[in-house]
């Protein structure tokens, strides 16, 4: 199968170095590394005359804000102009496993031969500590963090069928092309952080799209500083989760929500179902 990795890149410089250096290490060869940069030129330099050769596009900001969505359209139509037969998506800061591809390959050609030819195929995603001195060397990745609890863990050889869409995460996942284009891809509408990927699964599981759990496909995410609730993102989750409501008619990220709530931050009306934000500044984490 004719394989794309795509995946998006605004910062985290080193993050897509080892990412790179992953893919090049894998038992099957990526057939095309397409890295989407967002208003993030110096990424190009990066991955330069390194194994395997990027295919770099640009994608500009939409009104100052992160158009997530929209990139990762814009790679897989790169993708499928180029012939490609299975589109595998990875986060910047995810590092393959050496067998992820070929997991994935293995898992793609059982959904096309079988009666549920349609499939999201999501591997593993183990959080990483921080790097040690030196940074983080491949070899030693799957020793230093067991995959994420909150996800099914299928053995290495297994696929468990018949997953929660709620599920889904866009850190790591595939699809064949026929599977992306009756998705219809990520809706362009979402601007900045949060929500595309659960409209994405929404829309997956609406167009008759199974969830599959695919062991032996692991991917490390290379740790960085977060913060619990994101509020530097408050806004951005609020236009998105409101946009999902109106799709959907319930809200994504509710944890956050509840969250900011707890913040004083933002207000329920429980008559509309609307979320509001209140006078209290946000204060960003240092």
Known sequence: MRTAVITLVAGRHHHLALQQRGLAAGTQDTDHYIVVTLHDPAAAEIVRERLPAADVLTVELAAGRLPL????NVGARRALTAGAEL???LDVDCVPGPTLLGRYSEAAHVAETSGDHRALLCGTVA???PPPPGGYRLEQLPDMAPPHPGRPTPA????LRDGDHRLFWSLSFAVTADTWLH???FCEDYTGYGGEDTDFARTAAARGVDLWWVGGAP???QHHPVSHPPVEHLDDILRNGTLFRERWGNWPMEQWLRDFADLGLIRHDPATDTWHRTEKPVTSPA
């Not at 969505?69 to 990762?72: D, G, I, L, S, V």
């Not at 290495?156 to 696929?159: F, H, K, P, Y």
């Open 127 to 129: 959080y990483l500590p």
């Open 156 to 159: 290495t050889d297994e696929v």
């Open 183 to 185: 998705t219809g891809g």
């Open 219 to 221: 991917a490390y995410h």
């Open 69 to 72: 969505a929209t990139a990762r």
């Open 87 to 89: 589109l595998v998506f």
